[in-house]
């Protein structure tokens, strides 16, 4: 279908969605052009109408429509995913799950909680404050759970917690032919059958849409204390990250910004005593004995690859600072350069090759001549440039698909990957085949088998 | 397949077979008859050939030929399986990977290894002991890397370090044409397509052969100590099971016996200063102040819950004599009824309905008037009964079988799954469609995407 001309939706078919949720489904150019892209750099394609759904019933309804049409469904959440997973390739509808936003049931007991996919992370954290439970997933933006689902999101806190692979419990789910399935279920683990769940999380919506998400929850830890330290080498900061992890020391948040990019984030988010230099930010979750071994014990490490002063902010609010700012770290990247675009990357390799490819890549940075800081989950092995170009100047990009495309390639060949959590969309089609080769096809086999017309966000992840 | 008539495998293909393995491939009766069922309760069905491969590329050429003649194949580990996985309930031919037991690699700096399929968890474990790493999922037989992985095994250290689910990194697969797909990475975290390793892992040989396992590994804890606590009552032992893992405390194991388990493990592993109660083996790993710090606050819930002393162990030899104990809990139970079988129920509840579950199961267990002692990963909210029954007496399994419906239902209820960690088989394939319903539509899909012929172990899980 991606190679097919696009089809415009027709009005007999807006008609019918209509039917089932009155105005609900807009044609507005403007609600069609906040569609038709995320926070990505593609060109943006808006779908032929959006559809605000309310329940998963309305969902399964809406794509019976589709189906019987052979119209694409594009599933939306916040549109902040990064790899275009929401451009309107194909045409199409758009399915926005954002107004279901009810948190259905938090089972404080089982640390675990249901809600529906257009409930937002700060949101459902909010509603947790009372309860002593978090959510610990964090992508840097605030967005929703079915999207984050969709796409196997993870941020800051993954190298203690996990990514959304680990804290899904079970979902709801529309199929390409209107049907509801659901997945999973609340026990803690489960030998029952081919597991959905895994397979669901991580498909961007090309195998359904995602309506409502079990997720594990955690317990607030009695004692949180938050570091900065600051190095006059990347391999300082880099090589320090690398003996923390292989120490085992279960550190919560370990995540480095270069020079750059730690100027970017004291300029955007005024952050205040901090040098212009190679910086790690540290969490440590604990009893307030462990935090203190913890902390005493990378301090150490630290001491031994050339890091300054721990810089301690125990107090929640300037935590929270310290990782909004954090979290902001694209948006201060960005605005480094207003009116220039930014390429997202995602690399993720194993942690003993996190030094060579971080200083491969700096110096193919320097070469290419690009303006790139550096940021990144770092005890995952997961590191993001933020490549920055000029819209107006072609040369720009190429030099940055060049740069993009042998930092894949470098990340895959130390078997690493080249998405650690951002996901393929639009732009690892390619390297996704790089990467799992003749596994592709299976994953191929299981589309063609669960969306045998290829409605479901086509054009995304698979060449079909 | 698993409806039609079982067609011998003829000497035409057994010829050919042996065309790739030579005289690794045995028609003898015994061996036969040593690979038709596993340690479950089920009439044992021998395959027709056993052929035992060295290499990802003998399977890969032995599947070709089975495919090209429509004969099932039944992957094989050691054999230990509950739930009649390698019975050959279609015919066809066990491709036994125990001699495919080479640690093929171990990356210290990264936490991780690769092993060829029949590498046994015992072995790998030996073979890491100078690294400081081990390997923690831990059924209760010593079986093999790709057993455990097919089955998605865990065992008592779950609660800490989850199952195969979370600690299998990319598998290398055999699939039902003979190609060979390579799925996960290197990597801690990737977002790179469909997520296949968790799609393999509890596929139970119903989708390919796993040859090749890549594996997460853990650095071993500065300090580790293990305790037995007794109770006076079942629902003291439970009650302090649910209040630890709500409380968030990091155990690393606690395990169940009732006072029936616990009587037959006394007897069976020769258990000094143990009283024939209801009884907790708890274990604690971190750095020493954490691990003080875990065992008094769980010591001071036990008390709450009318524990008795904590009985530590905290030598390595009186550690390992007590989990082995544990580990032959099952084999305990059998050597209670001499000339009788068992059958191993798997159970798995949320935590806060695992009081309800294991109470409502346990009178049950008294009305029917059979033997079954309680044994379990707690922490999981997962239990096992086993249930002793006379082969020659059809009323006693009647009874039996009649039982664990009624558990797996209340279990399901429950929002739990018939199976933790056993998987289905042929004995939950009924229960897996009532546990998810029209899922089990969507797992019927990919098998027959992936398996179109349904030649990969017949029969089990899914009824095509």
Redesign the interface.
Known sequence: MANQAIKPVSNAVIEELRGVIGDRVSTAAAVREHHGNGEDYFTPIPPDAVCFAHSTEEVSDLVKICARHGVPVIPFGTGTSLEGHVVAVCGGICIDVSEMDVILEV?A????CRVQAGVKRKQLNESLRDTGLFFPVDPGADASIGGMSA????GTN??RY??M??NVLGLTVV?ADG?????G????????????T??F???EGT?GVITVVQLRL??V?EAMSAAVCQYETLEGAVDTV?LTI???VPVARIELLDDIQMGACIDYSNLEGYERKHTLFFEFH??P??VN?QAELVKSISDDFGGGAFNWTSNTEDRNKLWQARHDAYYAAMAMAPGKRGIAT?A?????KLAECIHATRIDIDEVGLIAPIVGHVG???FHLVLIIDPEDPDDMTRAKALIERLNMR?IAM??????????GLG?ID??VA?????????R??????DPDNIMNPGK??RM
Chains 1, 2 share one sequence.
């Open positions: 089972n007991e089982d640390l675990d796409t196997r999101a993870s993954a190298v996990g990514t692979r680990e199929l049907r509801i399935v659901k997945t279920g609340r026990a803690r683990k489960s030998a029952a059958g081919y597991d959905l895994r397979l999380v991580g498909s195998l955690f317990g830890p690398i292989q120490s085992g604990g009893t004995a462990s071994e995602d993720c390799v194993p942690i003993s995952d092995g997961n990340a078997g690493g990957t080249c998405t650690g959590e951002h996901g393929v690892k390297f996704l990467e799992h080769g003749e596994a592709v096809s299976i994953m086999s299981i589309k063609q088998a669960i992840m698979l």
